[in-house]
């Protein structure tokens, strides 16, 4: 029987005391990061498991269109940063950004497999702190 791949959800403390999050994927590659700061790390794992929750939602409001439907929460967001590159955020129910991609991409194309990456992904992956997935 092969070992399932599995993706993770690595949460840290901050030198100031606070917690943040990566989702990586099955060969450590990080693909989304926590868009704030925790002040608990009670919080940061409820993050967590929104991210889980809604990570796999297909609703995807193109900001980078001249003219787009703008769509209810929960869902992703594709906008352009200051260097012109795309880049996606995970809006929860109540409007909360859980998750941020990481660095920008070049291409529309390869935000949205960002995005589905995050749904593959954060759905089954294991929360562990980052001293243990660093072992």
Do not use: H
């Amino acid at each position: 029987m092969a070992n399932e791949l599995k993706g993770y959800f690595v949460y840290s403390k901050t030198p100031k005391g606070n917690f943040n999050f990566r989702l990586k994927a099955s060969n450590k590659e990080t693909i989304a990061v926590s868009e704030g700061i925790y002040t608990t790390l009670s919080s940061c794992k409820s993050g967590i498991d929104s991210v889980r929750k809604f990570g796999g939602i297909d609703k995807i409001e193109d900001q980078t269109l001249s003219k787009y439907e703008t769509l209810t929460n929960p869902k992703f967001e594709i906008y352009k940063d200051k260097q012109g590159k795309f880049r996606y955020r995970l809006r929860a129910n109540n409007g909360n950004i859980l998750c941020i991609s990481e660095e920008g991409y070049a291409s529309k194309a390869s935000c949205k497999n960002g995005i589905a990456s995050v749904g593959k992904w954060a759905p089954n992956a294991d929360m562990m702190s980052d001293a243990d997935f660093n072992k």
